[in-house]
């Protein structure tokens, strides 16, 4: 007998606190503060919903590449990325365009550097949020011995 | 003289911390410890990308709605939502399939109402994150006086 599909849920909370500010709650994690960023007449020094959703994309990027490696028993040294993304106006509503996210990852044999490589194709396409979404995600790797 | 077309530019970084564990940060915000979660191999209690992208929904779906009540002068009383995701497996990856956001608008008068609704229906159109997704994103509003 075949199973139900996979299908796993998800859920947030969000409280208005005044201003462009709110409070992001997520069952047993800790809260952040949230808020509209200074270019749309909001707060500095606040994480912004285009943070957030940026961050989305360079997190499960990461996480996507761990899980491969993790299956396939490579230990990096490390990993470090930083993801930019440019939003602009497109009929007559903004959007983010594009998003770059260059990662350095550290691996402590350069018999790994083939694994790796075929891993990260992997992992970029089988990104879960990249999937989700319609900007287009460029990824840019060095991967470094030691 | 017509200028550039308007655009903006976003960036955050992460650090690989071991395990499937990291440091998010974006310039003077607070970091955010992230994680793949639980049901791919990951941790409980931990804010992961899944979590993160829903987040980003539910946040711009607020802060675009303070946007238009605060361009046209009106004062909400109080503003809470839920967000809920489904992710699903499609052509052999995982996705989000569907977003809800629930959102409970407080106001101060019943003549709000009419004015709260038109500018929900805007900032329902006009959401950044949602117009950069393929998820489909239904909003529920309560609105209620008091």
């Known amino acids: 007998?075949?199973?139900e599909p996979v299908k796993y849920e998800y859920q947030t909370s969000l409280r208005w606190t005044g201003e462009k500010k709110g409070i992001l709650s997520c069952e047993d994690k800790p809260?952040?503060?949230v808020a509209c960023p200074p270019e749309f007449g909001g707060h500095p020094g606040i994480w912004s919903p285009e943070d957030i959703f940026?961050?989305?994309v360079e997190i499960c990027t990461m996480t996507t590449l761990l899980w491969f490696t993790n299956k396939e028993n490579l230990t990096l040294k490390s990993y470090s990325s930083e993801a930019s993304g440019t939003v602009k106006m497109h009929g007559g509503m903004f959007q983010f365009?594009?998003?770059t996210v260059k990662m350095r990852i550290g691996i402590s044999s350069e018999d790994d550097r083939a694994r790796v490589e075929k891993m990260l194709k992997?992992?970029?396409?089988?990104?879960l949020i990249t999937n989700?979404?319609?900007t287009?995600?460029?990824?840019?790797?060095e991967i470094v011995v030691g």
Do not use: P
């Open 97 to 99: 365009s594009s998003i």
């Open 1 to 3: 007998m075949k199973g």
């Open 136 to 141: 287009v995600v460029h990824i840019e790797s």
């Open 31 to 33: 809260d952040i503060m």
């Open 132 to 134: 989700s979404i319609q």
């Open 54 to 56: 940026l961050a989305s």
């Open 122 to 127: 992997k992992a970029e396409r089988a990104c």
